[in-house]
């Protein structure tokens, strides 16, 4: 699953009940599980697992809508919501909103 589907999909689940205090969910669908915590500075972190492809992956959002996380493949990625702007360690940078949005 790309980067961006990941934050989407991941911004999807917090907006719904389960996430309003820490716990797990497990998507039937994918076969993924997520464990949610909420941290002292108000982000949450949210950790996934698939165990039918033996994937892991990690992500931290601040109060702000801050995004931080590690993808399934290890990389790095980065997410600032005020101005939009992603990037992430294999070379990809993203900039603006909706249909401003711009790529490398």
């Known amino acids: 699953m790309g980067h961006l589907a ?3 999909l991941v ?5 719904s009940p389960v996430f ?4 797990s969910s497990y ?4 076969g993924s599980l997520y464990n949610d915590s909420r941290n002292a ?3 949450t972190t949210i950790k996934g697992s698939n165990f039918g492809t033996g994937t892991q992956w990690n992500q931290t959002i601040s109060p ?3 995004q931080q996380a590690t993808d399934n493949r290890g990389s790095r990625w980065n ?3 005020s101005s939009g702007r992603y990037w992430d360690t294999d070379g990809k940078s993203c ?3 909706g249909l401003y949005r711009q790529c490398n």
């Not at 998507?27 to 994918?30: K, M, N, V």
């Open 11 to 15: 911004t999807l689940l917090l907006a």
């Open 20 to 23: 309003a205090q820490s716990g």
């Open 79 to 81: 997410y600032n919501n």
């Open 27 to 30: 998507d039937s669908r994918s």
């Open 41 to 43: 500075d108000g982000s």
């Open 95 to 97: 900039w603006g909103k």
């Open 64 to 66: 702000s809508g801050d």
């Open 6 to 8: 990941v934050a989407g």
